[in-house]
């Protein structure tokens, strides 16, 4: 089954997970509506935000229209129990449902955790799976395990699905350079997700598995482009970077790349949406938001025009690396 072509531009479920902060169900629904009717018709979600209550509140939006009317995407990796509880207001979430989990990456796995995801979003069909926090940073030594389990189950099982044409794309999905750049080589997926490692702040995966994943003909989706945070207001006094309270050299930088953007008139959520879909393994950038107004705003973004002078003055001043992609595609804004 031919891959997808993935939309350019969607929206990240995991703040209607109560990342970092409770957002009520009114706001969370009236947040998925002003998506929908701003365009957006690509969705990322995962078991693992809120423990379930971003799928169950996405499937609000989405039961109300046609399914192929819209790109749908999961993550596998973790397993809810509801005969366990206690689980709702393990950080990073404020709250959630309240349902224990554990990790498994087996076929066995992955076909619970797919069960469960069409439960809670009520659509029959899911078009991407993707492998969720593979990564030391969520498993220390015993990623090797994970891994292992992976290879010789879980991925066969995704790519078996895909075979059958119950989904369309296999993903994985990454925070960290130095976990990207481990499986890039190695695994045998569409696209990755990352949250972190290519964004206007920080291109250390360039010339990594950047650059792995357009010789492997892998897509890369870009799941955090404002940093978790950072980029869409520099200034903010609780701004994060990376999922914790930014620093201040981190916050410096944000500063001065932000002058820039308001030197050439653009505002730096604009230039931090962009800026990654100029790469050529880019296929999308999926923002997330905790309000209608944080979705229109985030649309008109991106179709805001960037002058190339821009990205010059960025580079001239050592805020982006020199070997950046920043040559606009025929048709996109300048």
């Known amino acids: 089954m031919k891959s997808p072509v993935f939309p350019e531009f969607g929206l990240g479920c995991a703040h ?3 990342l970092f902060t409770t957002v009520e169900e009114p706001v969370a629904a009236a947040t998925l509506w002003a998506a929908w009717d701003a365009g957006v018709r690509y969705f990322d979600t995962a078991p693992w935000y809120g423990h ?4 169950l509140r996405l499937g609000g939006l989405l039961r109300h229209h046609p399914r192929e009317d819209f790109f749908l995407s999961t993550k596998v990796g973790r397993v809810y129990d509801s005969s366990q509880t206690g689980m709702e207001h393990i950080a990073p979430w404020t709250g959630g449902l309240p349902y224990a989990m554990h ?12 069960a469960q995801s069409r439960l809670r979003l009520g659509v029959p069909r899911i078009d991407a799976l993707v492998i969720h926090d593979l990564d030391t940073g969520h498993h220390g030594d015993g990623r090797a395990a994970h891994a292992e389990d992976l ?15 119950e989904i369309s794309a296999i993903g994985m999905g990454t925070n960290a350079t130095e976990d990207f750049a481990h499986f890039a080589p190695m695994v045998d997926v569409d696209f990755f997700i990352v949250a972190m490692p290519y964004t206007l702040l920080d291109q250390a995966a360039l010339t990594g598995p950047m650059q792995t994943c357009i010789e492997r003909g892998i897509k890369v989706v870009i799941g955090a482009p404002f940093a978790s945070g950072l980029l869409a207001d520099p200034g903010a006094a609780q701004a994060t970077y990376g999922y914790a309270a930014a620093g201040e050299d981190i916050r ?3 500063l001065a790349i932000e002058a820039v953007c308001e030197r050439h008139g653009v505002p730096i959520a604009a230039a931090a949406l962009r800026f990654p879909l ?4 880019v296929t999308s950038v999926i923002p997330g938001a905790v309000s209608p107004e944080q979705v229109r705003q985030n649309v008109e973004h991106m179709s805001r025009s960037i002058p190339d002078a821009l990205w ?23």
């Open 252 to 254: 410096a930088k944000a």
């Open 52 to 55: 379930g209550l971003s799928e």
């Open 103 to 114: 990790y498994d990456y087996t076929a066995h796995g992955f076909a619970a955790s797919l």
């Open 151 to 165: 290879v010789e189950s879980g991925l066969p099982y995704l790519h078996d699905l895909k075979r059958r044409g």
């Open 278 to 281: 100029l790469h050529p393994a």
């Open 16 to 18: 209607l997970g109560n």
């Open 312 to 334: 010059e003055r960025l580079k001239a001043d050592g805020l982006i690396l020199d070997q950046s992609p920043t040559e606009n595609a025929p048709g996109e804004p300048q």
